[in-house]
């Protein structure tokens, strides 16, 4: 899709605030109504927003985990298939490497990885080839710089140790609608749940007060924005040491998405989102010139397709 200046501010915008009123965004926007309503319509029915999604604090909600898996498989289709209801999957996609297939998922705690994986390779034996856990300490997510979004979320968002939280089946209920559909009208959330409107308010704002509801984003189709993902897996001597001087050169790289510290047989992970081979390429060699010294070995992924994506354990 080629996207001119306006469509360019709009998505910027409705990145983070796609839940307020259509006249608030077209103002903030500066464009008419009707002309916001068109372009948002426009972008829904081809394709480009996939997914409103609605960030959460897993921690708040008892998972205190979050484990990246690459898995290289016979039928990928098969598995994808079987692993979409799947409460730990969060998303998964395939990758043209090694590996065919990763897989994000979050744990309540490292015992119930160890029995959930346990169970999965016995369940997928004759399939699964060979595969890679990395368990995750660390990330931080860049959104959008191409669109002039500079902001960072870190995982200690998401995982943030907070005050338990009660919350009925009501409560869950209402969470599981706003992850389907993050930009869910409160009158549509009502009739869904059965709730008014004005305890729904009351309870999203709860929510918000008390870090169960972090925020939002959106889920582009990106390869329609002309974008590409690629990992590079790096096997870095204590990266923990080096923590800074990577989370510096990721802030401030255009092409680069994102950051994650954890432990595996590599040891940081860099998402690279670039328009051709050419940024591609630069962007590697910022790396290595940047890290020469502390890389043992890498390995880079091409991310393919994302076949899924939800919240919401």
Do not use: W
Not at 265 to 292: A, G, P
């Amino acid at each position: 899709m080629k996207l001119d200046k306006i469509d360019n501010k709009l998505l910027s915008y409705l990145y983070y605030n796609y839940r307020e009123p259509i006249t608030v965004i077209a103002k903030k926007c500066r464009i008419s109504r009707d002309q916001a309503e068109y372009r948002i319509s426009k972008y829904e029915s081809e394709g480009l927003i996939k997914k409103y999604l609605s960030i959460f604090n897993y921690s708040a909600l008892g998972y205190n985990e979050f484990v990246i898996l690459y898995l290289k498989i016979d039928s990928p289709e098969v598995f994808i298939k079987n692993m979409l209801a799947d409460k730990n999957v969060i998303s998964m996609g395939k990758v043209l490497t090694y590996y065919n297939l990763y897989v994000n998922l979050v744990f309540k705690n490292r015992i119930d990885f160890n029995k959930y994986f346990d169970n999965l390779l016995n369940t997928y034996d004759s399939l699964i080839k060979s595969y890679d856990v990395f368990f995750s300490s660390y990330l931080e997510f860049y959104p959008l710089k191409k669109f002039g979004i500079n902001s960072v979320e870190k995982q200690e968002d998401t995982l943030e140790n907070v005050e338990d939280i009660r919350l009925d089946d009501k409560d869950f209920l209402l969470l599981k609608e706003l992850e389907k559909n993050g930009r869910t009208k409160i009158v549509e959330l009502s009739g869904k749940t059965g709730l008014s409107s004005e305890l729904i308010i009351y309870k999203i704002r709860q929510y918000h007060k008390k870090k169960l509801l972090l925020g939002s984003r959106i889920q582009f189709d990106m390869e329609k924005l002309g974008y590409y993902f690629a990992t590079i897996q790096l096997k870095i001597k204590n990266p923990y040491k080096l923590k800074n001087k990577i989370l510096e050169l990721s802030k401030r790289h255009l092409h680069i998405n994102a950051v994650v510290i954890g432990v595996s047989d590599y040891n940081c992970l860099i998402q690279i989102m670039y328009n051709d081979e050419k940024d591609l390429r630069k962007t590697l060699r910022d790396i290595n010139q940047n890290l020469s010294e502390s890389i043992l070995s890498s390995n880079l992924i091409f991310i393919e397709q994302e076949t899924s994506a939800k919240t919401l354990p």
